[in-house]
């Protein structure tokens, strides 16, 4: 081309173009576990967690079956049988992610999961939460996950996030830095995954985690936000001790009575 050649025009997007989709989640690198899958596995690391007492953790089928249509700290709620659960379970297995104990009563099952995806206590009440749950902020996170680990502030709750999302057991469905930021498990399947991108992506923020509005005094802090922080982990804390309670009663109900006199 000469010094003195006009430069082709480049073609300009058209004035009322709509914006370019959002950029789908990375596909996944662990294993996809199926709806069920992953709320058994919810249950075992929660009633371990919480449970008060040592006979209630292993959890006999009965219980885990229990655990799974809990209708308090579940999104959604299921109704599943014991084939299904035990079904599900038996897939598990393989995989190292469950181990059946035998040898008693009743079988009972046990998670393995801090030997297969982390040693950390926070870390692994995050996972349980989001696998009971499915996909949430950030702030709602750290205040279910504090009914089974300690996760004092949101910085906290970054730290626990970090290692988690580098191994990919944790996923980002937003923008890490918006208020309001979105996570979920990494064990969907990669059409979840663009599915929920899709769905996130446009959310409205929440209204807990909106900018304070100019000219109104913003709460003090330790003030309404803390106080209102503690009600809710003393709810989550008191509906996880009724769901303990309800599980013990279902064992205790299908014990064989002895007979009279005897």
């Known amino acids: 081309m000469s010094a003195d050649a006009t430069p ?42 919480t449970s008060k007492t040592a006979d209630s953790y292993p ?6 079956v229990t655990g799974c249509n809990q209708k308090s700290n579940r999104d959604p709620v299921l109704e599943l049988d014991e084939v299904e659960v035990e079904e599900a379970v038996e897939a598990l297995q393989p995989r190292g992610l469950v181990t059946r104990i035998t040898g008693g009563r ?16 926070p870390e692994l009440a995050v996972l349980a939460e989001l696998l009971l749950r499915g996909p949430q902020t950030k702030g709602d996170l750290r205040t279910r996950a504090a009914r089974m680990a300690p996760i004092d502030s949101l910085d906290a709750l970054e730290d626990v996030l970090g290692p988690l999302v580098e191994r990919r057991l944790v996923v980002y469905l937003t923008d890490p830095d918006r208020r309001g930021a979105v996570v979920t498990h990494g064990f969907h399947t990669a ?14 923020t929440p209204v807990a985690e909106l900018a304070p509005v100019p000219g109104r005094a913003a709460a003090p802090a330790g003030g309404l936000e803390a106080k209102l922080t503690a ?22 109900l299908k014990r064989p009575v002895p007979p009279a006199g005897g």
Request: proline content about 13%.
């Open 8 to 49: 082709s025009p480049q073609p300009q997007p058209a004035p009322n173009a709509p914006a370019p989709a959002p950029t789908p989640a990375p596909g996944p690198t662990w294993d996809p576990l199926s709806p069920i899958e992953r709320r058994i596995l919810g249950v075992l690391v929660e009633k371990q967690k």
């Open 59 to 64: 959890l006999s089928l009965n219980a885990l």
């Open 106 to 121: 009743v079988d009972r099952f046990r998670h393995e999961l801090y030997a297969v995806w982390t040693g950390g206590g």
């Open 191 to 204: 059409d979840e995954l663009v599915r929920l991108t899709a769905q996130h992506s446009h959310a409205p």
């Open 231 to 252: 009600a809710v982990a003393e709810i989550d804390a008191l509906k996880a001790r009724v769901a303990a309670l309800e599980t013990q009663l279902a064992d205790a």
